[in-house]
């Protein structure tokens, strides 16, 4: 692999950039690996670039049926922040966050994460209470949090209307300034070539379209390429999870819904951080290009469609000029859906499943992105043991049977 | 944007009217008490996750405010029927080609959708699901 440098990129300037390396290979499936993992967004390549470096298993192959990260990970709206209310989510954001803070050193591909500060507005004397204990228990968990007034929002994010006279004005925020956004799709890529210079293999346009299980144990998985054998499979297929699920027999307590976000016309810099909202429903920020990035609720019906409905948009719209009137007259420029794979509790399942070998890392739901390092950490750290991470264990599949539910919906709050 | 027949009301309405609200014909176990954690677990959480034809219930919560289901392609969000509570759905996953023998109209574009149930006798009588 050849590293990236800026020295790097001033000699490709005198070959006028027409010399730079493939990023990954296309290689033609072996017949043989030691781990598959099923799909090929950020949380499965993660997964199987942290299996070859850091758990030393390197014959592994990503399949993937359409073309890398072109799911959910190309979708979201690239929010990253750990401010959860319960332990185990926090300890699992938290170790996310920690990884993202290295990332792009350590994939030596820049992923733009940018530290600029997350609000979660509250306008209601219960959302002030809500804020104010899931911000104590972030400060329990070391997670920098704070309670913010109207005056210290103000100065954070200008734009904001903090006035009394808004519908819902104001009242305060939780403020994690360690929280930020990142480039989603390069996230995708140095993972990509990261774990192919480690010698994973990047099966895509492979569809699996069955699982090879005998005697209650994973023997590989069947392709439009051909089968590929394996004694341990991991399926990271976010909104598809359910049909993947559903091959080997297996019933998942999630259900698909299409997430919708919009991206306007480029303006000059205006937003300083990402404001959400889960009163008036609504989060914003800004890209690097200008474009504000806007995004709101799921469709309440289950859809896979990757498309979202008009009523979704315009209640997303008008969230966002209750917080930020001067936008009433912002030209959008896009919109798309991506089909996200809600868990009745707002949090993932990493989990083993009753079939040996065969693990899945799905029901993320609205909130995957911020995830994407930890996730594919702890799983490959799974995959690579045949035991569940410590982080990883408590989103065993087994807690709605047991009732040991990790109730997040109060940060997951709007969908993000 | 839906375009959802009430059976109640008997009329098209925009979605905007109504709220999906999950599955189907989901049934309460007879006995709760004596349930299993398995058993009840799988009552409360687990569903059924379609790629293709799904029956969920909506309610018309701006309209008659009365429950009611709908069969429908997740993939197409082509709506084949809508039929009131405590009726069998006539178009099941198993028997898609139903609809085409019975001249159910196609969707245009996924976004079109046709609501009501269609007049034939036949398409009314029972088929198990």
Partial sequence: ??????????????????????????????????????????????????????????????????????????????????????????????????????????????????????????????????????????????????????????????????????????????????????????????????????????????????????????????????????????CVAAGNSGVLANMAGIKLPLESHPLQALVSEPLKPILNTVTMSNHVHGYISQSDKGDLVIGAGIDGYLGYGQRGSYPTIEHTLQAIVEMFPMFSRVRMNRQWGGIVDTCPDACPILSKTAIKGLYFNCGWGTGGFKATPGSGHVFAASLAKGEMHPIAAPFSIDRFHTGALIDEHGAAGVAH | ???????????????????????????????????????????????????????????????????????????????????????QPTITADIPSVRHEQGVQAADGGWQTVGARPESKALNEETSS
């Fill in chain 1, 1 to 234: 692999m050849q590293r990236y440098s800026g020295f790097g990129l001033v000699k490709h300037a005198f070959g006028h950039h027409e010399n730079w390396e493939r990023q990954w290979r296309n290689p033609v499936p072996k017949k043989r690996y030691d781990v598959i993992i099923v799909g090929g967004g950020g949380h499965g390549l993660a997964t199987a670039y942290y299996l070859a470096k850091e758990f030393g298993v390197k014959n592994v192959a990503v399949v993937e049926k359409g073309w890398l990260g072109g799911g959910n990970t190309a979708r979201n709206t690239t929010i990253v922040r750990s401010n959860y209310l319960w332990d185990e989510a926090g300890r699992l954001y938290n170790h996310s966050l920690d990884l993202w803070k290295g990332l792009s050193q350590d994939l030596n591909y820049n992923v733009m994460f940018s530290q600029r500060g997350v609000l979660n507005l509250g306008h209601t004397l219960q959302d002030m209470r809500d804020i104010q204990r899931r911000v104590h228990a972030n400060r329990l968990n070391g997670i920098d949090s704070e309670v913010v007034t109207p005056q210290q929002i103000k100065e954070i994010e200008p734009a904001l209307d903090i006035s009394s006279r808004a519908r819902y004005p104001i009242m305060g925020a939780s403020w994690q300034k360690s929280a930020g956004v990142a480039r989603h799709d390069a996230v995708a890529w140095g993972f990509a070539r990261g774990a192919d210079a480690l010698g994973v293999d990047l099966l895509q346009n492979t569809e699996v379209t069955g699982f090879k299980i005998r005697d209650g144990k994973v023997l590989g998985v069947h392709t439009n390429r051909g089968d590929i054998e394996a004694h341990t499979v991991g």
């Fill in chain 2, 1 to 87: 944007m839906f375009y959802i027949f009430c059976p109640y009301c008997k009329e098209h309405r925009e979605e905007e009217e109504f709220h999906a609200r999950g599955q189907a014909h989901l049934m309460r176990p007879a006995d709760p008490d004596n349930t299993t954690d398995e058993e009840w677990g799988d009552y409360l959480f687990f569903r059924n996750n379609p790629r293709g034809i799904h029956h969920e219930m909506w309610v018309h919560s701006v309209g008659c405010r009365k429950f009611f289901n709908i069969t429908r392609n997740t993939v197409t969000y082509e709506i084949l029927e809508t039929y009131p509570m405590g009726e």
